[in-house]
């Protein structure tokens, strides 16, 4: 399994894009800098108009930034000539929302499509389109055409077509945001075994939060053309600062749900002068219940687990309780200390006569 490196090989520096039309201005990047190391499955998740396409296609110049500098593989992008910025161009794969394959060619025809004009014989061409059509998992449809196929086995083309050249690095523009949500998760899957299995560094644009969640090490949250929060994908799950990166994580768990119908039964939680609602996260192999035999065993606070939830990220549990912690007030405030000490995040959510936060 090739493993994540600190060896970048994408350098966005001060990145802005300014576009001018009909007498107006867009900011569509705000002076990003960004780096992508070889290996990195990187997430970049704003909302519609965020800058995101913007962004990525500075990566291979089909968008010339207004400022900053590119390096892709140690190669300033921005000042090599055409023929340059061609070579360049092949060893960065993109796979788009709707796939753009052509209709009247055949799917290995597709495939073999980038390989026109190269260095390969015709025999070697076929050899490649047929190791392609293999690795995604569509030998048996080489004969077939576009319109044959399912939105998931298109994008499969596509991803083929886009790996022609051994492309380094794969950008994915909203790649799965036409598909349902299993045939997402399979193609996600693709994705990560190629990550894995060819070394390939991939950037995931999406507004989909629990795509980043299924394969990403990485994530940037983009709003308004600028990068908001950024860290590895534990970081941004246990410890979001921004609103917007809570929103998208909100999306991509099941905690917002649980509290809603946790309030909603609110009124009936009817919690006594000695008791609280909290909320308990914490990241890394300690397990719930080690956590609440302690409280017991060392202040005699009785947790009644509400919610309960383990999701994991990157090989990471991440834990979620929402209890109701009972206790006399200098228990419960040594329990609060004994969790924080612990590396437990303790979230006060309700007390008795407190609203709910
Ligand atoms: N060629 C262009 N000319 C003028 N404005 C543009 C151009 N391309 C993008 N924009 C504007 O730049 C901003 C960012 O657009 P961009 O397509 O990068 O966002 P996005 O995050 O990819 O959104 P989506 O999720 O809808 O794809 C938007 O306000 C958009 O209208
Ligand atoms: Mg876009």
Redo the contacts with the bound molecule.
Sequence with gaps: MKSVTNEAIIQLKDIDVT?H?KGQT?N??KNVSLTVNRGDIYGVV??????????VRVINRLQRPTAGTVSVNGQAILNLRPKELRAARTKIGMIFQHFNLMASRTIADNVDYPLKGGSLSRAERKDKVDHLLDLVGLTDKASDYPAQLSGGQKQRVAIARALANDPEILIS??ATSALDPKTTSSILELLKRLNQELGLTVVL?T?EMEAVKEICNKVAV?DE?AIIERGSLVDIFSQPKQPLTRDFINTATQIDQALVKIYKQADKLDLGDTQQLVQLQYVGDQTDSPLITELYKRYGVVSSILYGNVEILQDTPLGNLIVVMSGEPDKLTAAWDYCQEQGVRITHLKSKNSEVA
């Excluded at 704003?46 to 962004?55: H, I, P, V």
């Design positions: 576009f039309t867009v569509a990047v704003g909302y519609s108009g965020a800058g995101k396409s913007t962004l523009d909203e644009i507004h983009m053309g």
